[in-house]
């Protein structure tokens, strides 16, 4: 199939197609349209919003010891909108994954958001989770490497969730202190650091050196009520070796040398090679060619992970027409494709009650098997199309094509129309031939959204 | 100001979608000659093994562990003397004291030093050696048993809910299952999407798949969310009361990097409730019956500065089922002291886990040596006979 780059760059490297708006005209468009997502918005999340919300949560539950009936109630009403957080979360990300004219700016903030998992454990700490994307993915999208993997392995989300907080020196001050404490390392967030965020499980690296970084990076913290994100009385005395390298002088780590070994791991050769192969499985293939991502990995190497130009090589690369359709959507891909290619703009997901964000969007992307902000380990989501296009997953995807569309616009569209609208000349025979021939609209247009024509790209 | 802006708002309670446990979603099946049955439980994670089969005898263990896997004074109970067990399993001393539970201490999958769980499920779920990287092995043990048996009758794997267990994947023909699972669709337009995805064999074969379970129902199945443990071990049950010999499925959340405790706490409870839920649904089948309980590795023999432990090397195996020759601790101990551990930090594996499993299949399916040792797990010495069964 000879498919023409607004096309590819619309389905492949962005979501999907709409009727609101052209696709793409050349590879520049593309590529400024990651600028636009670097912006966190107007309801992003301030370390200010969740010291407020903690102060206020821990007022409530103060009061309700107390037996205040009004605080009980207020409490309850404040742990409700506490736990719809993550579902508001679904409803921003995916009105700006509707409205985007070439959405690639934000497949990118889905694709680093996932490369860096998180995940928030309760109510309380749902706003942090949010944050996290704010602060730490969307600014970063467009730079070095560095600086975005410095910003998410230092941000508070992910220190709480690789348990950084609890890592003290084993000769530290405060372990020293409080003997009876037993206070010691915690060597998750240095482990997945070298095997997730950068050089990657296969690469050459020892038991030795995560447990080197581990202590490298004891201080590395976050407190509420504090704003410090280095306390010295954590961090291990003396230099660690990482790789090779020595960091941090005869007296303890500081912040700098924490930077500092961040930014040499990024710069590592493996990780240049993890990454390339981690973008390429993303966007173009489960079993990209080998040129894929070595071009990736040279352009990586050559620009030291200046991530403005690895992406121009994804997005100018032949492999692009090559693969078409050879990845199949993820859940949140196919209802951000399928929620524009009805013709809804951004505005309409962010008219949406929260009862409605639930139902149409919230279940259905859970039972598809991407629960949104529950990804199940720091591994993040599969990318295997199998993985996917189970008859679980599949059935849950029908069920959404036969029934949402009709809840979410007034009036359906032609099914004949939408199978231009949804994928322009890409649509296949076999889909062109049934479509016309389903017993209802409402079929049709359930049949359009369920072919595998639309749920791969 | 979203965060003041939400707190005006009313907001109605998120139902089922907070997914109870992403990992309890599968179970798989297989059916085989014979009354023997075989459970296979994955342990994702890796559990911690000196914690849930306390060597309180060790004198080094205190040293290592000053606030956990306490033993007896802390309400583990004691199995032998040497050995207790981890208060989250007391649920099962009973099968202790009528032989029907037993527990390997130090085992291991070849899988050293890197200690990524994904790379370590992967070895155990495939059940090679490291001749060949993980990426390139192909199905899973149980499946490669299966085509050993010439008799074995379907062999169908059923999947619950999103998450494919490697160890059925394979040439045997997988159904993924899940409760609830609407079609709602007229057969017009079921047979104009076959005509769509014909030529797909992905989609063609999940859509057909779709169809044939859209039938079948679980009792006391829930839309949306996994099954718990003990729907698991029902619903295993209910398959091995009937053709199916060979079931599988997974319990998650035994990394307990922090707060171990309470983490191997939840997890126990499931693993407890899992193994309960088989007893109780298979009845006067439990007398043939072997359940095995294994991990991608065990944990270090260090607590760590946050009351957990990280990933280590040698744990244990958990062993339960009326055929099996329980209230015994089988194989042997490493020790604790400073010389006795693996890299200095982790309980030194005195047998490839991999071993007991297929001395299991040996005892229960009658499968040659020569097939456990080439063909479903190349390269493995199988060693003498650990006299695992009844």
């Known amino acids: 199939m000879d498919v023409s780059f607004p096309l590819l760059a619309a389905i492949r490297l962005g979501y999907g197609l709409s009727p609101l708006m052209p696709a793409p005209p050349n590879a520049q468009a593309v590529l400024n349209s990651v600028q636009r997502a670097c912006d966190p918005g107007t309801d992003a999340v301030s370390h200010a919003d969740i010291r407020e919300q903690t102060k206020q949560f821990a007022a409530l539950a103060k009061a309700r010891k107390g037996g205040d009936k009004a605080a009980i109630q207020r409490y309850r009403e404040m742990n409700r909108a506490m736990a719809a957080l993550p579902r508001q979360d679904l409803q921003r990300r995916l009105a700006r994954a509707v409205e985007a004219p070439a959405g690639f700016g934000e497949r990118l903030v889905q694709f680093w958001a996932d490369h860096f998992t998180i995940r928030a454990d309760g109510a309380a700490n749902q706003l942090m989770g949010m944050a996290f994307v704010d602060q730490a993915i969307r600014p970063h999208l467009n730079g070095n490497f560095a600086d975005l993997l410095i910003a998410a392995d230092t941000h508070p989300m992910m220190l709480r969730y690789l348990n950084q907080n609890s890592s003290f020196g084993p000769n530290s001050r405060s372990a020293q202190n409080n003997p009876e404490r037993a206070l010691g390392l915690n060597e998750n967030l240095a482990r997945e650091m070298i095997e997730l965020h950068t050089l990657g499980a296969g690469a050459d690296y020892s038991q030795e050196d995560v447990r080197q970084l581990a202590e490298l990076l004891t201080g590395l913290t976050w407190r509420r009520n504090d704003d410090r994100r280095f306390v010295p009385a954590m961090a291990e005395p003396g230099a660690e070796t990482v790789l090779g390298r020595s960091y941090g002088g005869d007296d303890r780590a500081e912040m700098q040398d924490i930077h500092a070994v961040m930014a040499d791991l990024a710069r590592h050769p493996h990780t240049a090679q993890h990454m390339a192969g981690k973008l390429a499985r993303h966007f173009v293939s489960d079993t990209p060619s080998s040129a894929l991502v070595q071009d990736l990995a040279a352009s990586w190497r050559d620009s030291d992970g200046h991530l403005p130009t690895v992406y121009g090589v994804l997005v100018a690369h032949p492999d692009l027409a090559r693969d078409f359709r050879a990845k199949v959507r993820q859940p949140f891909d196919y209802l951000a494709s399928a929620t524009r290619a009805l013709g809804l703009s951004g505005d309409d997901i962010r008219a949406l009650t929260g009862q409605q964000m639930r139902r149409f969007y919230h279940v259905p992307i859970n039972r598809m098997g991407q629960p949104w902000t529950r990804p199940t380990g720091p591994d993040g989501w599969p990318e295997a199309a199998a993985a996917w296009i189970t008859p679980q997953g599949l059935a849950e995807r029908i069920e959404w094509g036969l029934q949402m569309p009709a809840k979410l616009l007034k009036e359906l569209p032609d099914p004949r129309k939408l199978v231009s609208t949804a994928l322009g000349d890409t649509v296949g025979d076999p889909l062109q031939w049934a479509v016309p021939k389903a017993e209802s609209t409402l079929e049709g247009v359930a049949m359009v959204l369920s072919s595998n024509d639309f749920n791969r790209r | ?382 060693g003498d006979d650990p006299g695992m069964l009844a």
């Open chain 2, 1 to 382: 100001m979203l965060s003041r802006r939400l707190f005006l708002k009313s907001t109605a309670l998120i139902g089922c979608s907070a997914a109870a446990h992403p990992l309890l979603s599968t179970v798989s099946f297989a059916s085989a000659p014979g009354e023997n049955r075989l459970v296979v439980i994955i342990l994702r994670g890796a559990m911690d093994g000196l914690d849930v089969l306390q060597p309180y005898g060790d004198p080094a263990l205190r040293g290592l562990r000053p606030g956990l896997s306490t033993g007896p004074a802390d309400g583990a109970t004691d199995l032998d003397g040497f050995y207790a067990l981890h208060p989250g399993l007391g649920a099962l001393y009973p099968l202790w004291q009528a032989g029907q539970l037993g527990f390997v201490p130090a085992v291991s999958t070849p899988y050293r030093d890197k200690r990524s769980h994904f790379d370590g499920q992967d070895l155990l779920e495939s059940g090679t050696g490291h001749d060949l990287p993980v990426r390139m092995q192909q199905g899973g043990w149980l499946n490669r048993l299966l085509q050993d048996m010439p008799d074995a009758v379907s062999q169908t794997a059923y999947s619950v809910g999103v998450e494919d267990m490697l160890i059925l994947a394979g040439q045997a023909q997988a159904r993924s299952w899940a409760p609830d699972a609407q079609l709602r669709m007229s057969p017009q337009a079921q047979m104009l999407l076959d005509h769509v995805y014909h030529d797909d064999p992905l989609f063609r074969d999940a859509a057909s798949l779709a169809g044939e379970i859209a039938a079948e129902r679980m009792d006391g199945g829930r839309r949306g969310g996994g099954a718990t443990a003990g729907a698991l071990g029902r619903f295993a049950a209910s398959r091995l009361n009937e053709a199916t010999r060979i079931a599988s499925f997974s319990i998650g959340g035994w990394d307990s990097h922090a707060n171990q405790p309470q983490v191997i706490g939840r997890a126990l409870q499931r693993l407890s409730d899992a193994i309960l839920a088989l007893r109780e649904g298979l009845g006067g089948n439990w007398d043939r019956t072997t359940v095995l309980a294994m991990t991608e590795f065990g944990r270090t023999a260090r607590q760590n500065g946050s009351g957990g432990t990280d990933h280590g090397t040698g744990g244990a195996m958990l062993m339960a089922g009326g055929a099996i020759r329980g209230g015994r601790v089988i194989g042997d101990w490493p020790g604790l002291g400073e010389g006795d551990l693996y890299a200095g930090r982790d309980l030194m594996p005195t047998r490839d886990v991999r071993a007991y499993a297929a001395w299991a299949m040996r005892g229960l399916f009658g499968t040659e040596r020569n097939a456990l040792e080439q063909s479903i797990f190349p390269g493995l010495d199988m």
